[in-house]
């Protein structure tokens, strides 16, 4: 099943193509903004706004493994290993700040921008879905599945 679906209580449950999917419309709009940012003409702003959107990336997809990893393992160990990796997580972030903030001139309205850009691909893909199955019920559809 592609999309999202209610349940009886009208919680909302997506599918297992869902991370996927908003990982490949953040890399497209991490392509669009890195070639919009360009006609800036500042070097400075394109790899601001390109570090904000690889860091977010990264944490998307290193969060989403963790999570899948502790369904996976389910285990006392499993969350051990869930608590491991979200402190490295913040350790490695701490020091690719520091590296980023000392070593490079980065601007910083550009680089949350591009730090923003998962959040909001997510939050716009849920209210899209909430949106199409609140028309779908409404409309009284056969079909409550939505296609992105």
Same mark, same amino acid.
């Given at each position: 099943?592609? @999309?999202?679906?209610?349940? +009886?209580?009208?919680?909302?449950?997506?599918d297992e193509g869902f991370p996927k999917r908003v990982f490949n419309t953040s890399l497209l709009l991490m392509a669009i903004i890195a070639l919009c940012s360009t006609s800036f003409q500042s070097f400075e702003i394109s790899y601001s706004v390109l570090i904000g959107c690889a860091i977010s990336l990264g944490l998307c997809k290193l969060q989403w493994w963790a999570v899948q990893q502790f369904f996976q393992r389910g285990t006392p160990s499993g969350k051990q290993f869930f608590a491991l990796i979200n402190l490295l997580k913040y350790? $490695?972030?701490? $020091?690719?700040? &520091?590296?980023?903030?000392? &070593?490079?001139?980065?601007? $910083?309205?550009?680089?949350? $921008?591009?730090?923003?850009?998962?959040?909001?691909v997510i939050?716009? +893909? /849920?209210?899209?879905?909430?949106? /199409?199955?609140?028309?779908?019920?409404?409309? @009284?559809s056969q079909t409550r599945d939505v296609r992105d």
């Open positions: 099943m592609i @999309g999202s679906r209610e349940t +009886k209580t009208g919680m909302l449950v997506l350790f $490695v972030l701490c $020091v690719i700040f &520091y590296i980023m903030f000392s &070593y490079l001139q980065v601007h $910083v309205i550009a680089f949350l $921008v591009g730090i923003s850009l998962v959040p909001a939050s716009l +893909k /849920m209210l899209g879905m909430m949106f /199409m199955n609140y028309l779908n019920s409404s409309q @009284g």
